[in-house]
């Protein structure tokens, strides 16, 4: 699975060149909440599915915003501490009263559940290699297709 | 379903004419191969599956695998995760049949179009300082609440955070307006999307021509400069034309999400 591709690195303002494809949590709310559904009459039910789906989609719509917060948390930390006095409340419930452990505790799930994490590393530069060669491939094609 | 039945996973549909084929492995603990089922000029892409449930993890992944090389290649319009029929019979006559003249329409007009999407994050920190800079109205009220203790400036502490919801409001509507002043020109069709997340800036996916994705890339990458770090832009696709594909319309035995 390709991660971050698309994603500029915070710190050094660097960006690619092409859109990053893929990256599962990036487009996992357009995967679960899109696409043409078949009348329930007619599909199989599977076990569980449904509450999988939903539960996917719960942890990994938090991710990000836990993310963000740990990290503006995280970049506060190095100031005057008065500095942080005109910041929203959510920040606030963030670094109060154990919150920031809870953040890692539902991070750690979402890795599990989707199985993001440890071999995540290795399946990035093989998908990458593998993308790229589809990429130009695609894009040989799609340039015959309109020629055509 | 039971225990070692066979069923069929759906992915998408996509013209019959199309042969493009498709190299991931489906969904399922068996990973078999894609396949399609044709049936009056457009096909299902479907995978077989005879296990007793799927894995939300993994199995999300291989559906996606599936459908993103679909799209890199052709046009696909994607079919819910998680949707799995009887057997070819039954896609063919509960699903095919039934909807392919719309299904072909649909595919016509989206043929040779891939979705590229852009969120925008605001940097939190960035974006507070710039609105005490701004407004003085934030900045004097920030200085009230601070002289205050904490109970006793309660109503000060709503007002002022009203004022910066409502700046935070005015950034996102100018922002969104920016970056589709440079970005639809370059698109066929341009949707917003609602933000995922509250340090959302905007959430927007746009139609491309293939042949245009190179360039709408370019502006992309100059906009995310001239945005600077106020806002982290992420740019993803292509994707299939999920935001495009999706109309509203109820279909014999299937609506669309």
């Not at chain 1, 960006?15 to 679960?32: C, F, T, W």
């Not at chain 1, 750690?108 to 993308?131: C, P, T």
């Amino acid at each position: 699975m390709t991660v971050a591709s698309a994603t500029s690195p915070r710190a050094g303002g660097g960006y690619l060149q092409r859109p990053g494809g893929g990256s599962l949590a990036e487009v996992v709310d357009i995967i679960l909440d899109k696409g043409l559904v078949i009348d329930a009459y007619v599909r199989v039910s599977l076990i569980g599915i449904e509450i999988l789906t939903i539960d996917a989609r719960i942890v990994i719509a938090s991710v990000d915003t836990y993310l963000r917060f740990a990290e503006a948390v995280n970049r506060l930390d190095l100031q005057a501490a008065d500095d942080s006095q005109g910041l929203p409340e959510l920040m606030e419930s963030v670094t109060s009263g154990g919150a920031k452990s809870k953040t890692q505790g539902a991070i750690e799930g979402v890795k599990e559940k989707l199985g993001i994490g440890e071999d995540d590393d290795e399946d990035r530069e093989k998908e990458q290699a593998s993308r790229s060669r589809r990429r130009s491939s695609s894009r040989s094609r799609s340039r015959k297709d309109d020629d055509e | 379903m039971t225990d070692g039945r066979r069923a069929i996973y759906v992915y998408g549909v996509v013209l019959a004419s199309d042969r493009t084929l498709i190299q991931a492995k489906g969904v399922g603990r068996e990973e078999t191969g894609v396949r399609r089922i044709p049936q009056n000029g457009i096909a299902a892409l479907v995978s077989d599956l005879s296990t007793d449930a799927l894995m939300a993890a993994r199995d999300l992944r291989a559906h996606w695998s599936v459908l993103e090389e679909a799209a890199a290649r052709t046009t696909v319009l994607p079919v819910r995760f998680g949707t799995v029929m009887e057997s070819d019979e039954a896609v063919v006559d509960d699903f095919l049949a039934p909807n392919a003249e719309r299904l072909a329409a649909v595919l016509a007009e989206l043929d040779g179009k891939v979705q590229l999407s852009i969120k925008g994050f605001y940097d939190e920190e960035l974006l507070l300082r710039q609105l005490l800079e701004e407004t003085p109205e934030i900045a004097r009220m920030r200085e009230r609440v601070r002289a205050l203790p904490e109970a006793a400036s309660y109503y000060e502490r709503i007002r002022l955070g009203e004022l910066v919801a409502a700046e935070i409001d005015r950034h996102r509507a100018s922002d969104a307006d920016l970056v589709l002043g440079r970005l639809e020109p370059l698109a066929v069709a341009a949707k917003a999307e609602p933000p995922t997340t509250k340090d959302a800036a905007l959430n927007t996916a746009f139609l491309v021509r293939r042949d245009r994705v190179d360039a709408f890339s370019d502006a992309v990458k100059r906009l995310a400069g001239e945005l600077g770090d106020r806002v982290q832009i992420r740019y993803v696709g292509p994707l299939p034309p999920y935001s495009f594909a999706d109309d509203g319309a109820t279909l014999a035995s299937g609506t669309w999400a």
